[in-house]
């Protein structure tokens, strides 16, 4: 992807540009001790004592179980704005095969989506940020848990997020392997995908191999539902709309010569509209109830808890952030226009009780997200530090 270059290349601050060492020891320090959703006790800690260092107004932890807000006033005291920006700090249960000198310490465990590198950006933000004050009014640096399939950010709305820290804008940020490093995409309306787990048990009777007639075979059964289920999109959801249905997962059976009495299928569904969304699970339910009759076995379907929506930005503050964008550093290294992507995110929580705008940062020629070589760029990093400084300072100016 590359960008306009329709505008002069803007230098970042010196004072921002100055700390990328100590954005470099943090971030590959998240790095070694990665954590998965709702056990990051060690980064929440390390988080809420940077933020106290920093000299924030207030720092409050333990809330959606392990996130971390850090409240900071502009010049003359809260004011009579306040907008929040959020980071992510959980990791993916994985095994790293990296090979950097930082590489994970905990086997089975890695920071393949580069919430270290997340972390570390907004950290970057609350130390500048709180050394200038040049802004007005009130910023929340919210940490938050279990991103990954978690959804981290519900649990902290579910814990009084906003009747604690209300805010009228909330913005995120997102690192983009195959970009260039500090560069930034963004786009209005649907960014990310909404998901939706599920895990179907087929159950049916079973027996020896050579006899399947006295058998009810939960292998078959669920051989038809693969099949039955991709039918869903190509067949049920309006050919305009984008929508994925993936079997990710097929279990059954021990060994040659026996049949099994179940069958475990897992996946997920993706779409950009509710209702497209609604129209999905309806027909899975129809799907599985017609098989299960048709093949004399009993067929189940249980959806993960907390389905995630849709990420979808707002037009006025993703106008508004992009012109931050150009401003803090030109048009050279700022894209509108990013096609969704069929990934998703619970910032949607987020920005489903907030206006907001997630963004996109360029992490340079990495491995893809959640791939076993996948790091962070360092490189990234003093440009969201810069992004979401200028960003503080336009939407709340000092006057």
Same mark, same amino acid.
């Given at each position: 992807m590359t960008a306009s270059a329709t505008g002069s290349l803007k230098p970042i601050a010196n004072s921002i540009a100055a700390m990328a060492p100590e954005l470099a020891e943090w971030r590959q320090d998240f790095h070694r001790h990665p954590e998965l959703g709702y056990h990051e006790e060690r980064t929440a800690a390390r988080v809420a004592s940077l933020l106290r260092d920093f000299g924030l107004d207030h720092v409050e932890t333990g809330i959606g179980v392990t996130g971390v807000v850090g409240v900071l006033h502009g010049r003359g005291g809260p004011g009579t704005e306040a907008i929040m920006l959020r980071a992510d700090m959980d990791a993916l249960p994985m095994h790293e095969a990296s090979g950097v000198a930082h590489e994970s310490l905990e086997p089975g465990k890695m920071h393949a989506c580069g919430h270290d590198g997340h972390t570390t950006m907004l950290l970057g933000a609350a130390k500048h940020l709180a050394s200038t004050r040049n802004f007005a009014g009130?910023?929340? =640096?919210? =940490?938050?848990?279990?991103?990954?399939?978690?959804a981290g950010a519900k649990a902290m709305l579910d814990d009084g997020l906003l009747q604690r820290f209300p805010a009228s804008r909330v913005f995120g940020m997102h690192n983009w392997p195959g970009m260039a490093a500090g560069h =930034?995409? &963004?786009q209005d309306g649907p960014v990310l995908a909404s998901a939706d787990e599920f895990t179907i048990t087929v159950k049916g009777k079973g027996g020896h191999a050579a006899k399947p007639h006295l058998a009810r075979d939960p292998i078959v059964a669920g051989a038809a539902l693969v099949s039955a289920l991709q039918s869903i999109v190509s067949r049920v959801v309006d050919p305009l709309e984008p929508a994925v249905?993936?079997?990710?997962q097929f279990?059954?059976?021990?060994?040659?010569?026996v049949i099994p009495e179940s069958a475990l299928l897992m996946g997920t569904t993706r779409t950009f509209s509710d209702k497209v969304q609604a129209v999905i699970q309806a027909e899975m339910d129809r799907i599985c109830a017609e098989i299960g009759r048709s093949f004399a076995v009993e067929i189940e379907i249980d959806r993960g808890p907390t389905p995630y929506p849709a990420t979808v930005n707002d037009r006025a503050v993703t106008d508004f952030t992009e012109a931050a964008l150009r401003d803090i550093f030109g048009d050279a290294r700022v894209v509108r226009g990013h096609p969704p992507t069929m990934g998703s995110e619970d910032f949607a929580f987020l920005s489903r009780e907030v206006p907001g705008c997630f963004v996109l940062i360029g992490n340079g020629d990495s491995a893809p997200l959640h791939h076993p070589a996948y790091d962070f760029s360092d490189e990234a990093a003093p440009a969201g530090v810069a =992004?979401?400084?200028? &960003?503080?300072?336009?939407? &709340?100016?000092?006057g």
């Open positions: 009130t910023v929340y =640096f919210c =940490f938050q848990p279990a991103e990954e399939g978690g =930034f995409v &963004l249905v993936s079997i990710t279990h059954a059976g021990s060994t040659h010569n =992004f979401w400084s200028g &960003l503080v300072e336009r939407a &709340l100016p000092a």
